[in-house]
Nanobody
Framework: QVQLVESGGGLVQPGGSLRLSCVVS????????IGWFRQAPGKEREAISC????????QYADSVKSRFTISKDKFRTVVYLEMDSLKLEDTAVYYC??????????????WGQGTQVTVSS
């Protein structure tokens, strides 16, 4: 059974940093993709970053580009999201998800339970 578990969320001041982890079990990360998404209260879910396991390429939404970095520890099947220069508008529940093919708009099959990130002074 595939499981994804996020951790690392919390309360941080504007300009601060957090590192989220997505531990994946039950499946290899040699193919497909792991994506990070977020959903703020009253807003639609937003795709913010993706790690393509097929070629180790990465993608970022414009809203987080140059501030967030996605990476993978292949030995532990963990995908990280390093978040720097956090802004108030980054406040959301952050989710990781798995796609069997690659970084796609639709078809994300497995999801974690989410971790809350709150940016506040």
């Amino acid at each position: 059974q595939v499981q994804l578990v996020e951790s690392g969320g919390g309360l941080v001041q504007p300009g601060g940093s957090l590192r989220l982890s997505c531990v994946v079990s039950g499946v290899s990360l040699e193919s497909g993709a792991i994506g990070w998404f977020r959903q703020a209260p009253g807003k639609e879910r937003e795709a913010i970053s993706c790690f393509n396991n097929n070629d180790d390429s990465t993608q970022y939404a414009d809203s987080v580009k140059s501030r967030f970095t996605i990476s993978k520890d292949k030995f532990r099947t963990v995908v990280y999201l390093e978040m720097d220069s956090l802004k108030l508008e980054d406040t959301a529940v952050y989710y990781c998800a798995r796609h069997t093919a690659g970084c796609a708009l639709r078809g994300w099959k497995d999801w974690g339970q989410g971790t809350q990130v709150t940016v506040s002074s």
